[in-house]
């Protein structure tokens, strides 16, 4: 969730309360030499009298009033004007906005505080959220930034594009379209800090840590090792590294430890669960590949879509890891596909979004899905979605290590392997980097699987040989038949598209051969799910050893074609570190507080009937 950048694009909204009488007019303009843009500063007004830093760039050669493209942003609004339009604005400035970004508060140069990461659209007379400041920030604007035409977009990328989400939850009336990036509804089910109840262990302790344990993203220095997943390994449990190191400082990562359960603390904090009808028309976008936020703006879109009587909600997604379509995103990590579908995203779909409800141009967005479809590397438009055409077909996992649409044979047994928490399975290559010290984080969803194909720990299932091409599209299911000898378990479950052994001309270049893309193991989706959440999520319970339990674990949604030559593997394994914390694999009523000697090796089993479910198109 962490996309910082110069000019952050974020967005917020807010109820209806009366704003302070008192409303302080923007700074004098500051005439930047050579920019395009004239900028203002203002610190805005909130309805308890806490006042946000906000920066307003005009174009220079404005000639009358223009629509407000509005970002909220925990990052840090510029403090200069930029030299040259950026790029990822490029088409949008053609058409002529008055940007402004605001420090949300508690952050920069905005007051209040401290920044606590809530979600929680609060009630009561006095109440004061993110929606509040997105609203009474709006307000601010249309009667402040002069000449506007009365009319306010929010956009942003990750947390800006949670601040852009959540004002939909109570839209100010000048709000008239709103762009969520990477957004996200729920911390415990997924997205940043969770995934389905297993704590993101190095992004919490990188990303939280960087927000709140000071006011300009100057976080706790944690590593003393080259590799970090060797300290994490030494760190221990969660609340270890909470007792050595954050100490009280990071609030959000000790609330995280003391509520391992879907308890109310989170579920109040799911802001969607408030939106009704959809009346502000709405671009949600995604990344199929996105490493932080891969599932919330799905979420949004799905709930908007439950009354959306003039089809004002829109989804937008493409082969992208977090925020790559701010930028040409013509390959896949190593993969390239030669089409800048990002450029594509921003010219041919997210400004005649902005046009037509901003400036009244063009004509109005009439499709449930806009997809750039990996594989295939072509955009695809979905007038429905879910597609009504796409067939459910169960791809089911053999003892043999082979993946078919054949169902087992009568008597066919297991496959098994033993998990042991003190050699966890990486979730990229070692040695790894802090999470944002290299590119290597931003496509780690991408990293071809060989690098773990044959440890022991790890189950693949590989098919034949495609003889045609294979088209999924819509979300995609797993279903384990497993067992484990103790009495808590993680299960993650990989899906990945092996590209054939002459895919391209083997490199000669040094240390490239190891790079090469011949037999890549792509990654199409991936997920954990953990044990203890297996029969309810608000409380957890232990597994029996040994039994064979039916473990359903979602793989969001997609749309890829397996082509012709290709082969479709299944990975099977129990740990996924340190991006998830280790599971002990023993059963303690707080999973994050697990002592030295409960984390105990484990015999894994997955059995026959286990499959993968396929929504394929036109097979």
């Known amino acids: 969730m962490r996309l910082v950048s110069l000019f952050a694009l974020a967005v917020a909204a807010a109820p209806v309360a009366a704003l302070p009488a008192r409303q302080a007019a923007p700074a004098a303009p500051a005439q930047a030499e050579g920019s395009p843009f004239v900028m203002e500063e203002a610190m805005i007004p909130m309805r308890d009298g806490t006042k946000l830093h906000t920066v307003i760039l005009r174009p220079r050669d404005q000639k009358g009033p223009l629509p407000i493209l509005f970002s909220r942003t925990p990052y840090g609004a510029s403090a200069r004007a930029p030299q040259s339009v950026p790029a990822s604005w490029a088409a949008l400035a053609r058409d002529g906005y008055v940007f402004v970004s605001q420090d949300m508060r508690g952050r920069f140069q905005s007051e209040g505080g401290p920044f606590t990461l809530s979600t929680e659209i609060k009630t009561g007379k006095n109440a004061v959220d993110e929606s509040t400041d997105a609203y009474d920030s709006i307000d601010w604007l249309v009667k402040n930034v002069k000449p506007n035409n009365g009319r306010v977009g929010m956009w942003g990328v990750s947390y800006p594009g949670f601040t852009a989400a959540v004002a939909l939850a109570r839209p100010h009336p000048a709000l008239k379209a709103v762009s969520p990036q990477a957004a996200w509804t729920d911390y415990w089910k997924n997205d940043d800090l969770h995934r389905w109840g297993a704590m993101r262990l190095t992004y919490a302790s990188d990303w939280v840590n960087s927000l709140q344990a000071d006011k300009t993203n100057a976080g706790i220095d944690l590593y003393d090792r080259y590799d970090t997943y060797e300290w994490f390994l ?78 004002l909600a829109l989804m937008v997604a493409g082969p992208w890891n977090h925020g790559s379509w701010r930028s040409p995103g013509n390959a896949l990590g190593r993969v390239p596909f030669g089409v800048d579908s990002g450029t594509q995203f921003m010219e041919q779909v997210e400004a005649p979004f902005f046009a037509y409800w901003l400036h009244g141009k063009g004509t109005k967005p009439d499709y449930a899905l806009k997809s750039f479809q990996s594989g295939s590397w072509q955009w695809r438009t979905y007038s429905q979605w879910p597609l009504a055409g796409a067939a459910r077909r169960s791809l089911f996992l053999h003892a043999d290590g082979s993946v078919s649409f054949q169902a087992p044979a009568a008597g066919e047994g297991c496959r098994e392997y033993i998990s042991d928490p003190a050699n966890p399975v990486p979730f990229r290559p070692r040695p790894m980097s802090a999470t944002y010290a290299t590119p290597d984080w931003r496509w780690w969803e991408t990293e071809d699987q060989r690098f773990v194909e044959y440890r022991p720990d790890v189950l693949s299932y590989v098919s034949a040989p495609l003889d045609g091409d294979l088209t999924v599209t819509g979300a995609i299911t797993a279903s384990l038949m497993a067992a484990t000898s103790g009495t808590d378990s993680d299960f993650v479950v990989k899906l990945i598209d092996v590209f054939p052994e002459d895919y391209e001309k083997p490199p000669t270049a040094l240390g490239a051969y190891a790079k090469g893309m011949n037999g890549y193991q792509l990654p199409i989706a991936m997920e954990v799910r953990r044990g203890r959440y297996l029969q309810s999520l608000e409380k957890a319970t232990p597994l029996v050893p040994n039994q064979v339990t ?22 099977i394994q129990s740990s996924w570190f340190p991006m ?40």
């Open 580 to 619: 998830i914390d280790r599971n002990p694999q023993t059963f303690v009523p707080n999973i994050y507080k697990a002592k030295p000697g409960d984390y105990q090796k484990a015999t894994q089993k997955v059995c026959a009937g286990s499959a993968i479910m396929l929504p394929v198109v036109g097979n």
């Open 550 to 571: 039916d473990w359903s674990i979602p793989l969001r949604d997609h749309d890829h074609v397996f082509k012709k030559g290709h082969r479709i593997m299944v990975q």
């Open 234 to 311: 030494k760190a221990g449990s969660p609340a270890d590294i909470e007792e050595k190191y954050f100490k009280g400082r990071v609030p959000r990562y000790r609330e995280m430890i003391e509520h391992p359960d879907y308890d109310e603390f989170w579920k109040k904090q799911v802001w969607s669960d408030t939106l009704k009808r959809t009346t502000v028309p709405t671009l949600n976008v995604a990344g199929y590949w996105d490493q932080e936020d891969p599932w919330g703006s799905w979420q949004i879109f799905y709930k908007q879509r439950e009354n959306d009587p003039d089809k």
